[in-house]
């Protein structure tokens, strides 16, 4: 457990122990994909948002709990679809569900997962957070498809690429921070600045992964080097090289992403490496953190407020 989540070790319990309770079903496989996923592990970041935002705004009440699972539930829902459509073979270290189960069952308990999560928005009955949900999985499933149709396209963009993952990542850490707020019934503006905190949490994360693809140890990430680059991925450190690199090292990025190669890897490594581009993503990342950190100002100076300010500084610090 990381140190910020030891001010919400109690809580964080009982989410824990919703989330093993919900995944019920009288279809056994649906358990056991949905059990293997969850115990994962993972860093449990999104709803340990809803807690800390909930707090921070001095919420007395136990819905948060129910929140925390249902954005759990929503991300695990996703992780599910992404390995499908990715093909990935690992994840935290270990085999993903798809590998171990099959395509078809991952994509049908990432379904129930979702339809779980809904269920329980209704019984917790806030029409406004009903809302932002709702939106925030229908933004997540439009980034996927986004994501999808820029595979294998060299010709992306930094701001393509940085409305991606706002869509893919960003967007969740951000709707996680926001219902904590309103679930709190706090201001309008300690509404807006935690958004506003998450989103910047969540693309200083995604970026630093962008980093960790390239610099990363396997035996940390848990998952294999260049897999982005495997799936024909454009991210930002492939995107700063081939604007920043020799014509020889756009024409070899650009080909390699046209035909989700790795065999020239170590070359790629080399002009990521003289053009900066990791310093670069990890520029923005930082950014981004310092952003978040700024959106916590006017909150009250909370145990949760410190481990928020914790958080962002950890989105960009880690080595997994």
Do not use: W
């Not at 140190?3 to 919400?8: L, S």
């Not at 201001?187 to 998450?198: K, V």
């Not at 982005?228 to 090292?249: R, W």
């Amino acid at each position: 457990m990381l140190p910020f989540h030891k001010v919400v070790k109690s809580e964080f319990e009982k989410v824990n122990d919703l989330i093993i309770s919900r995944l019920n079903s009288e279809v056994e496989l649906v358990e056991n994909i949905g059990q293997y996923i969850i115990d994962g592990g993972g860093k449990r970041l999104r709803p340990l948002l809803v807690l800390l935002s909930a707090n921070s705004c001095g919420y007395k009440g136990t819905d948060h709990i129910a929140l925390a699972a249902i954005i759990e539930f929503i991300h695990t829902a996703t992780l599910l679809h992404d390995d499908v459509v990715d093909t990935s073979a690992l994840r935290r270290g270990k085999a993903t569900a798809n590998t171990k189960y099959g395509n078809a069952p991952s994509v049908l308990v990432g379904d129930f997962l979702y339809s779980r999560a809904f269920q329980m928005l209704v019984e917790v009955g806030d029409i406004k957070i009903m809302e932002i949900i709702a939106n925030t999985t229908n933004t997540i499933s439009e980034g996927e498809v986004q994501q999808l149709t820029n595979a294998h396209d060299p010709e992306i963009n930094e701001a393509t690429y940085k409305k991606v993952i706002f869509k893919k990542t960003a967007v969740l850490f951000d709707a996680a921070a926001e219902i904590g707020a309103l679930i709190a019934a706090s201001t309008h503006q300690q509404q807006s600045a935690l958004s506003s905190y998450g989103r910047h949490v969540g693309m200083a994360f995604q970026l630093m992964d962008d980093v960790l693809d390239y610099n990363g140890n396997i035996e940390y990430l848990g998952k294999n080097i260049g897999d982005d680059l495997a799936e024909g991925k454009a991210t930002l450190p492939l995107i700063y090289a081939m604007k920043n690199g020799t014509q020889q090292q756009q024409h070899l990025i650009q080909e390699a992403i046209k035909n989700a190669s790795l065999d020239k890897l170590d070359s790629i490594f080399d002009a990521i490496r003289v053009t900066g581009a990791l310093e670069y993503t990890m520029s923005c990342a930082r950014e981004h953190a310092m952003e978040a950190k700024r959106c916590l100002a006017d909150l009250p100076d909370t145990k949760e407020k410190k481990a928020m300010m914790e958080l962002a500084s950890f989105s960009i610090d880690r080595k997994y």
